[in-house]
């Protein structure tokens, strides 16, 4: 049984982010996205707020669920019993934060491997920041996210 956890902000999920899911997914057994709490980044949508979101919009995956953790990541995925960590790839300045961030992991724990997706091309240029810039200048995002985060910001008033 291969198990991935997919960790992150998740501030909110996107498409692009839903694109890595949905693969990882096809290539392992189960594929746990988890909202990490203890992000540096200040939040947009609370802990809470990020985890029924991406509930609503995996309700049709089979074999992926949502959680939140806080401290390391490498713990988490211990006590979830995973054994690899799943990553995407936007551009090439994501790779030198990513391959920091995995060659840490790996020191710290070499049986947890870091497994990288790239997105499609349409994807790309999405990112949770920019969604949030385009919504609160009042633009649509209906595009770039799922329909129950597009319909919930635009429900909540987010602005
Ligand atoms: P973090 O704060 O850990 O970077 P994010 O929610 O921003 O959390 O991203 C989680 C993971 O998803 C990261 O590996 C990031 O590179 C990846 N990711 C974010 N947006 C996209 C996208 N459009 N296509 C592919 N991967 C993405």
């Known amino acids: ?5 997919y960790p992150g902000s998740f501030d909110p999920i996107t498409k692009g982010h839903l694109d890595v899911l949905h693969t990882g997914c096809e290539i392992f057994d189960k594929v746990i996205i988890a909202v990490a709490k203890n992000s540096e980044k ?3 949508l609370t802990i809470d707020e990020r985890v029924e979101l991406i ?7 089979p074999n992926a669920e949502v959680d939140c953790f806080e401290g ?5 995925a211990k006590k979830r019993g995973a054994q690899i960590l799943l990553r995407g790839l936007r551009a090439v300045s994501d790779f030198e934060y990513e391959m920091q961030l995995s060659q840490a992991n790996s020191a710290l724990a070499s049986e947890i491997k870091t497994v990288f997706l790239i997105t499609k091309p349409k994807y790309n240029f999405i990112s949770s920041s920019t969604i949030k810039e385009i919504f609160l200048n009042g633009g649509d995002v209906s595009k770039f996210v799922p329909e129950a985060v597009n319909q919930y910001l635009i429900k909540c008033n987010k602005l």
């Open 1 to 5: 049984m291969k198990t991935a956890i």
């Open 42 to 44: 200040k939040g947009f």
């Open 55 to 61: 509930r609503e919009t995996i309700k049709d995956l």
């Open 72 to 76: 390391l990541t490498i713990e988490y």
